[in-house]
Structure formats: structure tokens, C-alpha cells
């Protein structure tokens, strides 16, 4: 798996859709999921959520679909930090099944840690340790082969692979 | 709301997160379920997919986040054809909280038509019917303002609009 290895997930029934094969959308909860899996690893987890009201939130995010995924698949994904600054992460997700070596997706996700207060969010600077972790990550996955496609600006002009 | 009005769904509650908002990813769920309505708009319906074995197979995702949404909203959905040749679609998704004026999110897609055969699927012409609908909603779309912001390379160094 491209990344380092962060959540693997099985394939829920009702992820299906008509066509027979994981929606488009659920790659995206698959995503979502791992970022919760980042966030453990890094130091923002409930713990820490509840302590200090400091949270993620996403700005943006890109997927690839790239190969199908079955109900019987489960999936692995991997992430790399392909940068950071003092409150924003730009990660970067593999998503892949079990057993294969090519990526199934690639996401890439801009997250901001806010701090929640009531209806509000402020944008906050990590905590260090927090900052020292994310520079661990960054490091080790900087040493990695690297990823599938990444986010980009979408035209139909633009040559491109087709499955 | 931007767009042409193309679906509007209710926020179910397994969609909010421990921030108490609807998870980034169910923001895809509700952009996939937009582009089944727009592939029943458009005569890809599933008496379609049932005759032809002819469906749309989802390339790219990319997605703005701008508002959050809540347990008690609803939210309505516009789509603009950005683009589309013999076999590709490029739709843009605007995803508002009913009762209000700005995007919540703003949501690309790269879709392409294929025809499922067993196991594999191969890239396929739409129908003339199908062109014909596609070229009447793209050309409503563009006589609409523009929209918000759309699919791009992302990166730490661009100065960003932060929540």
C-alpha cells in the first residue's frame, strides 16, 4: 500500500449501489473514517477534543476513483502529509483492497483546526506536540514511493486515462 | 440557490459527526444522490440502465466545503453542465440549506459513460436523446449566474478563505 498504513474498513451492504459495485460516496466516508484514524494518531482525538473543544475541520476535498470495489472487498488505506503549517494539514489518502497492489482511489483532503466555542469555530493553532507528531508523519512518509494522482483543476479538454 | 434545481434531501441523522455537524463525506452521498436524479433527468434513469446495461461511472470528485450543515436542515441541490462530449459529463453541484442564499458546498464531478458487460465496462457514446438533454441543461445553466468555487490543485502556500 502507497502511504502509511492508517484504517482498513469492510464494505458495508448498503455502501452497493445499483450499478453493483461501493458508490462513488462511500469512498469518501472511507476517507472520512481514516481522517478520524489520523486524528487518534496524531494527538486530536476524543480526549483531546473534549479537553480543549479543538477539532478538524475539511475545506476541501479530491477523490480519484480509479478501480471498483466489491462487497467483498475490505479495504486498506494509507496517508502520507504532504504538508502543514501551524493550524492546516494537506493529507493525502490511498485507498486500496486487501490483497491487491494498485490503488482502488486517491483523496486528498485540506483540513483546518478550529476551536469550537457554542455555534462558533475559530481557526487555532496546533499544540505542539501535536506539530511534533504531524513532522513525524510528514518525515516518514516523505521517504515513501510516491502516490497516485492528486487533486487538480477537472476539464474535459485534459487527455486522460479511462477505465 | 445556483444552479438548475436537480434534488433536495433531508439530513439523516446517522450523518452528523462529533462536531455536531453533517460529516464532509455525507456531503458526497448527497452530491451521488444529485447525480442520480440528474442521470433520470437526462434519460439515464434505470429503465435505461436496466435496457442497455449503459451507466455513469464517477472519474473525479472534488469538493468545496463552505457552511455547516445541521440535523435540522434541509438542504437543495443545483447542477450546471460545465461540459460534455460523446461520453463525459462535467457537472458542477451546488448544495444550499434551504432558506438560505449561499452555497454550503460546491461539488465537481467527472462522469463517464460506460456499458457494463459481466465483469467489465467498457467507455461508451451517450444515446442522441441523451446528447440532445445534455446540450438543453447546459445551455439553461450557463444563461445562470456563475457559480462558487470549483476543482483545483490544492496546495498550503495559496491564500485561502478560512471559516
Known amino acids: 500500500m502507497a502511504g502509511i498504513p ?3 474498513s469492510a464494505i458495508r451492504p448498503e455502501w452497493i449501489d445499483y450499478n453493483g459495485h461501493l ?3 462511500y469512498y469518501a466516508v472511507i476517507a472520512s473514517e481514516a481522517t478520524d484514524a489520523l486524528m487518534d494518531r496524531l494527538g486530536l482525538d476524543a480526549a483531546y477534543r473534549a479537553r480543549t473543544a479543538g477539532t478538524l475541520y475539511t ?3 479530491h477523490i480519484h476513483f480509479l478501480r471498483e ?3 467483498t472487498d475490505t479495504v486498506e488505506v494509507g496517508v502520507r502529509i504532504l504538508g502543514f503549517d501551524h493550524k492546516r494539514i494537506h493529507a493525502a489518502f490511498e485507498i486500496t483492497r486487501a490483497g491487491t497492489a ?3 482511489a486517491t483523496v486528498e483532503m485540506m483540513l483546518l483546526h478550529v476551536r469550537q466555542e457554542g455555534e462558533r469555530a475559530a481557526s487555532a493553532p496546533f499544540p505542539p506536540e501535536v506539530s511534533a507528531n504531524l513532522a513525524q508523519l510528514a518525515a516518514a ?5 510516491p502516490g497516485g494522482p492528486g487533486s487538480r483543476r477537472m476539464e474535459l479538454t485534459a487527455k486522460r486515462a479511462t477505465p
Chains 1, 2 share one sequence.
Not at 141 to 145: D, I, M, R, V
Open 6 to 8: 492508517i484504517y482498513s
Open 69 to 71: 470495489v466489491k462487497q
Open 141 to 145: 512518509g516523505a521517504a515513501l514511493p
Open 102 to 104: 494498485e490503488a482502488a
Open 23 to 25: 458508490r462513488d460516496a
Open 59 to 61: 475545506l476541501e476535498m
